[in-house]
């Protein structure tokens, strides 16, 4: 079936630094790619998405490529900071059965120090 | 308020208490759903309503009840759980059930069942 496959965390790093967080995903057809982000003590909300190969979503200094070839869509932030320390979920639209639901990944808990 | 609120943000309740978990929506959206969230686990979509109608439901027991009176509202309703309920369960909305839909998500409700 469908499914989501993020690097394991926990992710730290030091204020500044270069971070990347891989995805990969397994599908059929062609789905929507997401990253959602949850802050400590809130919901998830919605970071950025691509809805077709080679488009490449972005938001507060985050990217991501929705890469066909390789099947990934992994995030990148060339300098993090400290209100970046959050969970970071990827996640496609399946489409399957005439039901239409997100799958995510088991989320990447980054941390930033000063 | 805007966004998706729910309450009660944390509840600890008994195998044999019955206990409801509300959500409520302020975008004007159509579509509404509950996760659960377990650690080290990707996110479990459970209940999925549209317009008031349930359109999805993921094998979820029959210990856990939803409830869509309206667009804006959604409960959840608790009976009999097991230890292993335990979780944060997330409520969303989105516009429509399309899967390419951006999902609003609400603060969750932190159970912990004795």
């Known amino acids: 079936g469908n499914s989501v496959t993020q690097m394991e965390g926990p992710v730290t790093l030091s204020e500044e630094a270069f971070l990347t967080i891989n995805c990969t995903y397994t599908?059929?057809?062609?789905?929507?790619l997401f990253w959602y982000v949850q802050y400590p003590g809130e919901g998830l909300q919605l970071l950025l998405k691509?809805?077709?190969?080679?488009d490449k979503g972005s938001n507060k200094g985050f990217e991501a490529t929705y890469r066909k070839e390789t099947t990934s869509f992994h995030l990148e932030k060339g300098s993090v900071q400290v209100s970046d320390s959050a969970v970071y979920f990827c996640?496609?639209?399946?489409?399957?059965?005439?039901?239409?639901?997100?799958?995510f990944g088991k989320g990447t808990k980054l941390t930033v120090n000063p | 308020e805007t966004g998706v609120t729910q309450t009660p943000r944390h509840l600890v309740m008994g195998m044999t208490n019955k206990k409801s978990l509300k959500c409520e929506q302020h975008?004007?959206?159509?579509?509404m759903y509950w996760y659960k969230q377990s650690a080290k686990k990707p996110l479990e979509l459970m209940f999925v309503?549209?317009?008031?109608?349930?359109?999805e439901n993921n094998s979820v027991p029959s210990r856990f009840s939803p409830e869509c009176p309206n667009s804006s509202h959604l409960f959840l309703h608790l009976h009999t759980l097991q230890p292993e309920d335990s979780a944060l369960y997330l409520c969303?909305?989105?516009?429509?059930?399309?899967?390419?839909?951006?999902?609003?998500f609400g603060p969750g409700t932190r159970l912990t069942v004795l």
């Open positions: 969303a909305s989105s516009q429509d059930r399309s899967s390419t839909d951006t999902q609003y």
């Open positions: 599908a059929t057809g062609y789905p929507s």
């Open positions: 691509a809805t077709k190969a080679d």
């Open positions: 996640a496609l639209s399946d489409l399957r059965g005439g039901s239409e639901k997100l799958v």
């Open positions: 975008l004007g959206h159509n579509a």
């Open positions: 309503y549209s317009l008031e109608e349930r359109v």
